[in-house]
C-alpha cells in the first residue's frame, strides 16, 4: 500500500459524495480535482484516514482507485473585471465559454478560467509608487461597461509599500499592476484579479445601519413593506404563487447598482427568460439596458447538486467584492430552499444524524451565516456600499411551517409572505398582505416624507387600517354577503377593493404598470384614498354608495396606474379634483331633492 | 482496466439491491448484468462503489437470485440505448427499450448514455411558440408553448387519459409538415391505460409517428427508474439531431416516485418527506428539465407528465416538487367530473408559466392576456359567491353576486364543458371567453382595458 509519492485516491463514491485516502494530504474545504478528467470537488469532511468530498461534477464512470490532487486552496472564485453582464454556473464557470468549447450541453471536466484572460482593459492608476498600502485599498480603476467602473481593489490580505505601479494603459488579466512590499520583506506581485475563497466572508471597516429604502418599483413592497439598502428579505410562497416572477421584477427594477441574480436549482427556461429580457429592458434611471448591471449565476436543478450548495456563496462573495468598491448590489437568490435541500442531501449522503424533516442540524446556522453577509458598510478602501439579500423560499406544500421558511424568518427583516389563493385568482402580486412584514419601516420614513411627500406615513396608516377593518368584515361577507353590511362598513370594503385593484395589484407584464416609482405610488395612494374618504361624506348624506362608485371618476382611477408614470403630478391631481367635482354634484342632487 | 468483469456469488440481497465485495476496476453508475443459474440475464446499475464493495440496483429484481451460483458481470459502461429514427419510430419498447413488437433490437444508431446532460442554460431558446390543443380551458386560460413541461395533476379514476390522447391528436404541432413524433413512456400503467393511448394514436393515423416504451403494472418496479430516462433520450434523439418536434407523454410519474422510494428505503436512505428520499426534487429535474428548445437546432421536446395526486392531495410530495419544477400545471378536479364535466380542469390551481410569452398579438391575439386574467379573477369571485350562495341562499344575494353565479354556470356547461373530439380554434375560445365575461356588468370588468371591451365585448 505504502507508495513514496502518496498519492491520495478515491476509495467510495456515491453519488455527488466521494472518499478519498490518505486524509493527512487534504486540509478542510480544500479544492481538489479528481481523476483524469479532472472533476472538481471540495473536501467536506475529514475523519481519521478518510477524506470526504463533495463534487460538483456528475461521479459517473468514476472508479475507486482514481488519483485525487489537492489544490492547496480553499473553494474561491476570481474577482476582476469581466464579471459583470455574464453568466456563470455554480462554480463560477462561465457558461457562454462553455457553451462555445463544448456545445449546448453541459459536459463535465475542466473548462479553463472563470475571468477570460485574452479580453485587454484599459487599467488608470490612482495611487503612486511609494505609497503606503492597507488593505482592501484602491489602486486604480478599469472602465467595465458602460455603467460600471470596476475599482480594483488591493486584496483584503496584503498590505505594505508600494514598490511599482504600471502607467496607464492596456493590460490583461495576467499582466503584474502593482507591486507591494510587506512589512517582513514579503513581496505581493498584484494583477487586475485576485481570487478569494467563497465561504469566508470579505472583510470591511464598519457595519452601518440600513436607513435608506431600496426602491423596487413595486408598490406593494415599496409603500407597504419596504426593503432597505444592505437589508435582507424572504420571499416564501408556494408553487405558482409567482416567487420567480417577483424576483425578476427586483432583479430588473431595484434600484441597486449592480444586481446579483442566482438561479439556485430552478427552471432552465426562466434562466433563459431572464436572458432574453434583461438585454431588452431599460433601467428607468440610467436608460441603458439593464444587463449591462447583472451577474447572473445559474445553477439550474438538473445541473450537480453540490455546484447548487456552492452558487449561494459564489454569488455573496461576487456582490461583497462590488459593494467594497463601493456600489449598492442587490442579491437575488431564488430558491433558498432548493440551496437548502442540496445541504440535506450531501448530509444524507454522508448519513449524519438528520434534524427537522431529514435537514441536517446546522440548517439553521448555515442560512443565519448567509443572510448576515447583507448588509451597508464602509468598505475597507473607506466606500460607502450595501449588500441587499433578497432569498426566495419554496416551502413544500406552500405549508409556511416548515424548517426553511421557519429559519429563515427568524433571519431577515423583510417578509412578503406569497398567497396561493390570490394568485389562483391571478392577483399578483400575490403578497399577502396581512402576513407580510418590514422591520425597516420606521427606517425609511424620513426618507419619504422628506423626499416624496410629507404625508407619506399617514397615507400609509390609513391604507392599513382600511385593510385590516376590510378583512375583519370579509368575514361576516363570507357569511352573509356585501348586502348585509350597513353603508359605512360597505365603504370599507369598497374602498379596500379600490385599494387591492388600483393600487397593490400590479402587472408585470404591463409596460407602464411593471415599475412604479416613488412619486408614483405616492400620488396614485393619495388619490385612492382621497375618493375613500369622498365616500364618507356621500355615506353621511344617505345616498346609496353604489351612486357613487358607479361616477364616471372611478374609470379615471382604474386607468391612472396603467397610464401614467408619475413623472408628471398633474393627470393625478385633475383626477383628485374630478372627483371632488363628482361627488360634490351628488351630495348637492341629494340636497335639492 | 476497460472491458467486462465477471464475478460469482453475491454476498447480500435487500429488496431490490444486491451487494457483492471484492470488485475492483469498476466505476460508479455502470450497467452489471447479472445472470442465475437459469441462464436468463437481469440488468442492474451500480449505486454505489466501494474499494471493495458494489451495491447494486437490479432493475428486474431479485426474486429468483441465489447468493453463491449468481454470476454478476461488470459492463464498464453507463447504460446505453441505440437510437435511430427508422429504428425506434413506430414501434413499441418494454420498459428497458427491448423490443415488445416482435421487430429487431435497434442496432444500427448513436449509443447513447439514458441519462443525458445537462442542456446549457445559455444554449436555450426561451419556448414561445404557441400550441393550439382545442381545448378551451388551456389554450384559453393555461397557453401550452413547445418546449414547455407542463404535467397533468390527476386522481386516480380521473380522465386523465382520455384528455391527454385528446390533447395529443389535436394538439396543432403534430398537424404541421414539419417532422414530428410522440414519445409515450409508461411506468407502472395498467394493460388496459397503454392500449387505449395506442388505439387514440392508432385512430388518429400518426401511429407510424410514435414510440411507446411499456413498463406495466405488473412489469418490475425497479425497471421504471429507467424508463422515462430512455424515452427522453430517444426524444432528445429526434429534436436535437433530427430536427423534429417532439411531444413526450409520460405516464405516471407516482409509479415512478414510489419505485425511487422503494430503492431509497432498500439502501437504508434517511428519508426526508412520507419517505421519498431528499433527492427526490433532483431525480425530478433530471427528468423534467429534459425539455425544450435550442438556439440553432430546429427541434424541440414538449413535456406532459401525468400524475395521479396519493388522495386527491395537491401538497403531497411528487405533485408538490413536480410543480415547482414543470412550467406550471393541469390540475383535475373530483368534484367536477362527479358532475359530469369533461375535461374536469380546475382553472383556479392550474397555471401555464409560459403562456405571456406565447400569446398576445402576432401569436393569438391582443386581448387574450386581459381576457385570461378577467375570467380567473370572475370565476375566483363565482367561487366565493357560490360558497356565500350555499349559506344564505341564492335569493338572498345581491344583484351583481347572482350575475355571478349565472357566469359560474356558462363556464363550467359552455366554456370548460367539451367533447372528446371537439377542437375549437383559438378564436372560437376567446369569443367564447367575451361571451362569458359580458355576462357580467362592466364596472366588473377590471381587469380589462375600455378599448378591448369595445372591440370585442359588444358583438
Redesign the interface.
Known sequence: MESTAQQPSV?????PVV?ARPAHKFSMNEMVEIGDERLVGEVIDLDEDLATIQVYE????????ADVYAKELPLYVELGPGLMCE?FDGVQRP??V??GKR?????RGKTGTALPRDRVWQFTPSVRPGATISPGEILGEVPESQLITHRIPVPPDVQGTLEHIVPKGDYILDDVIAVIRSSSDKIHELKLFHRWPVRKIRPYRERLVPSEPLITGQRVIDTFFPLARGGTAGIPG???TGK?VAQHQLSKWADADIIVYI?C?E???E???V??DLPKLLDPRTRRPLIERTILI?N????P?AAREASIYTGITIAEYYRDMGYDVALMADSTS?WA??L??I??RL?EM?AE???PAYLASRLAAFYERAGQVVSLAGKRGSVTLIGAV?P????FSEPVTMHTKRFVQCFWALD?ELA????FPAINYLQSYSAYISAVEPWWTEKVGSTWKILREKTINILQEDSRLQNI???????ALPDDQKRIVEGARLLK?DFLQQSA?DPVDTYAGPEKQFLLLDVILHFIERLADVVKARIPLFRA??LPV??EI??LK?TRRGDDPGPFKSVREQIDKEINALLHRQDSL | MKGILEYIGIDRISGPLVVISGVKGVGFGEVVEIVPSDGRSRQGRILSISEDVAVVEVFEGTSGLAQPTTRVRFLGRPFEITVSKEEVLGRIFDGLGRPLDGGPVPFRGEKRNINGLPINPVARAYPQDFIQTGISAIDGMNTIVRGQKLPIFSGSGLPHNEFAAQIVRQARLLTEDEGFAVIFGAMGVCHDEAQTFRRSFEESGILKNVAMFLNLADDPTVERLMTPRIALTVAEYLAFEQGMHVLVILTDMTNYCEALREVATSKGEVPSRKGYPGYLYSDLASIYERAGHIIDRPGSITQIAILTMPDDDITHPIPDLTGYITEGQIVLDRSLAQRDIYPPINVLPSLSRLMSDGIGEGRTRKDHANLSSQIYAAYARARQVQRLASIIGEEDLSATDKLYLAFAREFHERFLQQGTDENRTIIQTLELGWELVTLLPEQELTRLKPEEIDQYGKI
Open positions: 476509495t467510495m463514491i456515491s453519488g472518499q456528475d461521479t459517473t464512470g468514476l472508479r475507486p482507485g453568466i457558461l457562454e462553455l457553451r456545445g449546448d450541453f453541459i459536459h408556494g408553487f405558482g420567480t438561479g436549482g427552471r432552465g427556461n434562466m433563459t427568460g436572458l432574453v445559474a439550474t436543478s438538473d445541473m447538486v432548493r435541500e442540496a440535506r442531501e448530509s444524507g448519513e438528520p424533516e431529514g435537514f419554496s413544500p406544500g406552500g405549508d396561493k389562483s385568482a391571478r392577483y361577507v363570507k357569511l352573509l354577503g356585501e348586502e385593484n407584464f362608485t358607479e372611478v374609470a382604474h386607468k396603467f
